[in-house]
C-alpha cells in the first residue's frame, strides 16, 4: 500500500509540474485577462478627507506614535483580523484588506496570494536559484540583485499585482546534500549565508532617499531555525524535532539570521515547521521572543511558516486545545499568522485567560509599524518616492542583463583537460547538445518562480554561436537512456555537451534526495556518449545540489565538467557564454560535494555538525567533515591561472587583559569573546595581499581567507573568515585588504554555546599560502 501511495503522489506531482510548465508557456504567448490596477493602500485623504483627523494618518508623526493611535481605535476582533496574512479590512478607519504573503527568492514569485501576474506585467525577471548566485561570492551582485527585485516588486504594487512584504531570503544552512531546499539558499557555510542575506535583505529593503528608517518593500530571512528535512523517507518537516546541541546552534544554524537582524535591519523573521529540542520552534519564548526580539533588537515582526501552527496542533500534538496553540504562539513573540489559526482562536484563546489583549497589542503594533515605514499609511503611493514606476520598470534591458550576468558569475568550472573548453566557435561546424535539460527552459528557473520575462535554454544559447545537433537522451529520471542516435551525434560531431542534472521533480520543497548520483541512467548516457566522441566532451550538471559524478571526474574523455545550479531565465545564454570563452568563469562551489556513500551511511535526521569518531559519524560541511569528497567548497577553475603575495599579517596578537584576569594566573585555553568585554573594543589587524592574473585572459577572482583556530573547544577544522573579488586583466596586479576583528573572527563556539577566543596557534589560510600567527595574552 505505501508503495503504491509514493507511486501515486510521484504521479501527481509530475502531472502537476507538467501543468505549471504548459501554464507558464501558455502565459508567455497568451495575456490573461486584466485584473486590479491600482494599488492598495489606506489613509486615502484625497478621497476621503475625513481620514485626515486620525493621528494614525499624520506622516509628520513618527511612527510609534502614528502606531499607538492607530491600535487604540481598534476592537479586539478588529485587531484579531490583523494577525494574518490575508489581514482584514477596516472601513470606518480608511483601512483596507492587506495581503502579506508575497515571496521574492530569486525574482517576483506567483507563490503565494500576494502576487498576480496579468495582461498589465504578464513577467517578471527570474535570477538564477540562490544556490547560484551565491557561488559567485559577489556581494555586490547579491545586492544589485534584490534591488531590481524590489524595484519590479514596487512597479507591480503600483498596478494593484503585488504586496509590499516579501518573505525571502531563505537563509538556513545547507547542511546535508540530500534537502530538496537546498537550491534556495546561500551553501553551507555561516559566513557565506551571512553576507548573502544581508545583502539581499539591504538590496530589497533599503531606499534611495536615504530614510534608513522607512523601507521599500519588507524583506523576511527565513526559516528559523534548524530547519532542513523536509520529507526523507517518510520523515516530514511538520512534526521532525532537531536535535541541535547549543554549540551548533549558536555556530552553524543561527548566524545567518543574526546577522540578517543585526547587520541587515531585516523587517521580518520566519520561524520554521519543526520542533528544536522538543518545542516548536513558532511556540518557543527562547527563540522568538529573548532572541530575535531581546538579543537581536528586531525592527519588525516573527511570521509563521505557512499553517505552522495547524502542524504544532494536529501533526506535533504540543497543544492540548486550538486556543492554547494560538496562546502559545502569540506569548512566545508570534505576531502574524500565515494561515487562519490566529484568526479563528485568538479570540476563544482571550476568553479562556490564555493570552491578553496586550500581547495582542505588541503583536498588531510590529505588523503595523512595518506597513508604516513602507508607506502604506501615507496616503496614495503615485504621490511617494516609487510611485512613478510601472509595468515599463519590469523586464528592463538592463534588469534581463543582469539575470544573465548573475547566471554568469555563478557558474563553476569544476574540471577542465588540456585543450577542452573554451571552445572557438570558428572551429565548431558542428556542436552535439545531448541530454533532458538541454531544451527544457521550466527546469531553469527552480522553486519559487515567477513568469520570466524570457527564456533562454542551453540548446538556444549555443546554437547562437555555432550550428548545433539535439539529441535528447531521456527524460530527467532516464529510466532508460536512448543511447544509440545520442552517440551518432555525439561520433559526427566536433564536440559533445552533455546537460545532465535535476529537476523539481528530483529535488524541491517537500522532497529531499535518498541517492546524490545523476538520475536513472543518465551516467550510463554520459559514459557511452564520451566513448565515441572525437573531441572534447563538456558535461554540464544542472541541479540545485551536489552530484556524485566521480565517475565522470576519472574518466579522461570527459573533458569539463560544469555546474550551473538552476540559472534562471537566461541560463542557457550564460552557459554558452562560458563554454566559447565570451566571459571567464569565476564561480565557487558554495558546498561540498559527498559521494553517494555518505548518503547511504549518514542519517539525514542526524543535525550533529561534528564528526564523532566513537559512532563513525563523519561530521558535515567542509567545517567539519573528515572524508572523501567529489568536488569541495570553495572548489572551482578559470581560464586564468592567479597567484597570492602576503604583503602584510601579524604574527602576534596580544590581548590586553586587565590586571587581576583570572587567566593572567592561571593557564587558559581560551577568553570570553563578547562585546562587553573591554578588550574587544578596537582589537584587530589587516591582512594585505598583492593578486595577480598570470594568465592571458581578463578575469574575476574571489580571493578567500580562512583560518584553522586551535584545536579547542571542538573547534572547526577550517573556517571562512571572508571573502573578496577581485578583476584583473591578463598578467595586471591588483591588492586586497581585509580588516579583522579578533573577537569576531578569530573566535569559536563552545561546547555551551558562548564565544571564545582559542590562544595559540591560528592558521590563515589564502590560496595556497598559509600564514601562521599566535593569539598571547
Known sequence: MKKNKAMALTYQHSVLLCFFFILTHFCLEFKPVLAQTSAVFACDTASNPGLKAFAFCDVS??????????????????????????AGSVSRLGIPKYEWWSEALHGISYTGPGVKFNNVVPHATSFPQPILTSASFNETLFENIGKVVSTEARAMYNVGQAGLTYWSPNVNIYRDPRWGRGQETAGEDPTLSSKYGVAYVKGL??????????????????????????????????????????????????????????????????CSYNQVNGKPTCGDYDLLARVIRGQWKLNGYIVTDCDSLNEMYWAQHYTTTPEETAALSLNAGLDLNCGSWLGKYTQGAVNQGLVNESVIDRAVSNNFATLMRLGFFDGNPKNQIYGKLGPNDVCTAEHQELAREAARQGIVLLKNSAGSLPLSPKAIKSLAVIGPNADLAYTMIGSYEGSPCKYTTPLQGLGASVSTVYEKGCDIACATAQVDNAKKIAAAGDAVVLVMGSDQTIERESKDRVNITLPGQQSILVTEVASVSKGPVILVIMSGGGMDVKFAVDNPKVTSILWVGFPGEAGGAALADIIFGYYNPSGRLPMTWYPQSYADKVDMTNMNMRADPKTGFPGRSYRFYKGPTVFNFGDGLSYSQYKHHLLQAPKYVSIPLEEGHACRSTRCKSIDAVNEQSYCSNLGFDVHLRVKNVGEMSGSHTVFLFTSPSSVHNAPQKHLLDFQKIHLTPQSEGFVKFNLDVCKHLSVVDEVGNRKIPLGLHVLHIGDLKHSLTVRI
Open 205 to 270: 529593503q533599503q531606499r534611495d532617499d536615504g530614510k534608513k528608517d522607512m523601507l521599500k518593500v519588507a524583506s523576511c530571512c527565513k526559516h528559523y531555525t534548524a530547519y532542513d528535512v523536509d520529507d526523507w523517507k517518510g520523515i516530514q518537516r511538520y512534526n521532525f524535532n532537531a536535535k541541535v546541541t547549543q554549540q551548533d546552534l549558536e555556530d552553524t544554524f543561527n548566524p545567518p539570521f543574526k546577522s540578517c537582524v543585526v547587520d541587515g535591519n531585516v523587517a521580518s523573521v520566519m
Open 61 to 86: 508623526l513618527d511612527v510609534s506614535a502614528r502606531v499607538n493611535d492607530l491600535v487604540k481605535r481598534l476592537t479586539l476582533e478588529e485587531k484579531i483580523t490583523m494577525l494574518v496574512n490575508t
